[in-house]
């Protein structure tokens, strides 16, 4: 698809490569667009070591999000010890997404932990995770119940995420970066697919906007989500 005429309500390419991974549990490479993001699910067989103090025990979903030195336009320095601010933000708000989709006691005492290494970068990198994290969850749950591990009903629902933006005062769907670059006001939500929100993060990046302009790329936001769900579950729909 050419980017210049793409319509403003219309998702980039999307696409799913399942078992990009042979070890992993659930793996996946997403692509929206010019944007990769190989995400792997891990199954633990253990709790993180603070739920262990709890006094009901549950299972847990978490995440790690990372962007590959040379994903970017220019190389960025590998990080090593401790992750940079952005990097743990959308870590956290990639584990709230995730687990937002999981019924976490019918998950048993053990963690999935959902790595989202991000190879090429060209606008959405978090929202891409976000959604290709989910197929690679579903993924792992999916082959713990036909192993017998746990029982029908852990996924509760399917959960994705998409940017828009206002740009010249007109809400547009799934920016690019050069799109990211250029509009006033940027989006982030993430939804179920019963068509909850589970987070918005926005942001005036030019001129402040008002309810009318937000209710607008709501709206557009929900139309994208509704689309990549149902890519999400045709994508799970033979897989074991």
């Known amino acids: 698809m050419d980017e210049l005429s793409r319509a403003a309500d219309e998702l980039r390419p999307v696409s ?15 692509s929206m667009g010019n944007t990769r993001v190989l995400c792997n699910a891990s199954v633990e ?34 990080e090593t010890l401790t992750p940079k601010g952005r990097s743990q933000e959308i870590t956290r708000l990639i584990g709230r997404s995730l687990r937002g989709a999981v019924d976490l006691d019918l998950l048993g005492e053990r963690q999935i932990i959902v ?21 690679a969850l579903a993924l792992a749950v999916k082959r ?12 509760k629902f399917p959960v994705a995420a998409v940017s828009v933006g206002l740009l010249n005062g007109k809400a547009v769907l799934d920016l690019n970066y050069a799109q990211d670059l250029a509009v006033d006001v940027d989006l982030n939500v993430v939804m179920t697919g ?7 993060q926005g942001t005036a990046e030019g001129l402040p906007f008002n309810r009318h302009a937000l209710n607008a790329m709501l709206l557009l936001a929900e139309h994208g989500i509704t689309q990549l769900i149902a890519m999400q579950r045709a994508a799970l729909a033979d897989a074991v």
Not at 16 to 30: A, K, N, R, T, W
Not at 55 to 65: C, I, Q
């Open 115 to 135: 790595d989202c290494d991000v190879i090429q970068a060209d606008g959405g990198p978090r929202t891409a995770s976000i959604t290709g994290g989910y197929v």
């Open 144 to 155: 713990l119940e036909k192993r017998g591990k746990i029982k029908p009903g852990v996924l």
């Open 45 to 78: 067989d253990r709790l993180p070591r603070w739920l262990y103090v709890k006094p009901k025990r549950h299972g847990w979903v978490t995440a790690e999000y990372a962007m590959l030195p040379r994903s970017t336009h220019e190389r960025t320095a590998r």
């Open 194 to 200: 019963e068509g909850q929100y589970v987070e918005i």
């Open 16 to 30: 799913f490569e399942l078992d990009y991974v042979m070890h992993p549990e659930g793996s996946v490479l997403v």
